[in-house]
């Protein structure tokens, strides 16, 4: 009887054992499942994010394409379009103030000192806006010929662009040079627009001192603010200081964004543009080609101060939301087209260069 008892209690023992070796072996089954889905759904995760970020933006721009032509074509969404268009409108200057104020908590604010490669830019600005100006009243342009001008007028005098500085680090070039001359381009420009532009436009009735203040003022929000408000938290409230610049590529992002929205209002423009496609397609013929020689003029300056990325976007990458807003404001609108399709070029460009730099960095 006892042999039985002891015989049985091995039984169950062996099969208890052995389904607890089952239960075991199904739950590291499934564990090695999870691990491995997790592990794929990772990595696709990673590599999404990276695309996301080599092509930042051209994704961008297609987005902001994409979004308009939604809005503008689908009868179902008038509403929303008619309410969201002026809210981007409003946020866009946001956008701008905010990634300014990003860029500059990261500057080290005893190196902005002009350099000698800013005096040459600049100088080639002005030839540039020289030779348009002569064009237009050597020859006293009208119509059609005048809002050609004008448009390759407004993307030359266009101050550097705001987001020049994120472009520039992220090429490897040198952040302090870059926002010392972005400061200076902003104010070289309210200096000129209110001179140039009433010798083009007779219809202008704004006296000198009016035009620079009204200019003035839209730079100094844009600009001298956001710098202001960066030196006060960067030297007086540092836990924000360090909150700010701990998120990687913020201003980078918030640049790609305004993008997306810029990129929406200018094929806007060229939807409801009162002329024909022919025209619209030598517009932008011309702030292709203009892009091109402001990039190669400002890229052959700086190989001489080896600042060859500095310089090349400091004169190639321009601040075309204010160039849009001041060929509205002052000359045809149909001249915004100019700058408008230019934002389009010199992105394209950034995205040539971002590529070409990652390469590069790959290969090291």
């Known amino acids: 009887m006892q042999r039985k008892c002891a015989f049985f209690a091995e039984r169950v023992f062996f099969i208890e054992n052995l389904r607890m070796r089952q239960r075991l072996c199904i739950f590291a089954c499934a564990n090695s ?28 721009m297609l987005s902001g394409t994409v979004l308009y032509l939604l809005f503008a074509f689908t009868p179902s969404l008038n509403g929303a ?24 908590c990261k500057v080290d604010f005893h190196k902005l000192r002009p350099v000698r490669w800013h005096w040459w830019v600049a100088l080639f ?20 010929h005048l809002v050609l001008a004008e448009a390759v007028l407004c993307c030359i005098i266009g101050p550097c662009a705001a987001a020049a500085p994120v472009v520039t680090v992220k090429l490897g070039g040198d952040l302090e040079t870059i926002t010392t001359y972005t400061f200076l381009s902003n104010f070289i420009t309210a200096a000129l627009v209110p001179v140039v532009f009433p010798l ?81 397609l030598l517009i932008a013929l011309l702030g292709l080609l203009l892009c091109i020689v402001q990039f190669a003029v400002g890229r052959y300056v700086g190989h001489f101060f080896n600042a060859v990325v500095n310089a090349g976007q400091a004169l190639g990458q321009k601040n075309t939301t204010f160039a849009i807003w001041i060929s509205y404001m002052y000359l045809n609108p149909l001249s915004s087209v100019g700058p408008g399709c230019y934002i389009l070029w010199q992105n394209i460009v950034n995205s040539i260069e971002l590529w070409q730099h990652r390469k590069a960095e790959e290969r090291k």
């Open 81 to 104: 379009a008619s309410v969201l268009g002026p809210f981007f409108d409003q946020i866009l200057p946001l956008f701008m103030f905010f990634i300014l104020l990003v860029t500059f």
């Open 200 to 280: 083009i436009d007779t219809d202008i009735h704004m006296s000198f001192l009016n035009s620079f203040l009204l200019i003035l003022y839209k730079v100094c929000l844009i600009l001298v603010l956001p710098m202001l408000l960066a030196y006060i938290i960067k030297h007086h409230l540092h836990r924000l200081h360090q909150a700010i610049v701990s998120v990687k590529d913020l201003s980078f992002y918030l640049w790609a964004i305004s993008l997306s929205i810029v990129t929406g209002t200018t094929v806007r423009n060229i939807v409801h543009a009162d002329t024909t496609v022919p025209f619209l």
């Open 33 to 60: 499942v999870d691990l491995a889905v997790s592990a794929m759904v990772n990595k696709t995760i990673d590599e999404m994010k990276d695309l996301l970020k080599n092509w930042t933006l051209p994704v961008a």
């Open 125 to 144: 600005q002005l030839i540039f806006i020289g030779a348009v100006v002569a064009l237009i009243l050597g020859f006293r342009l009208r119509g059609q």
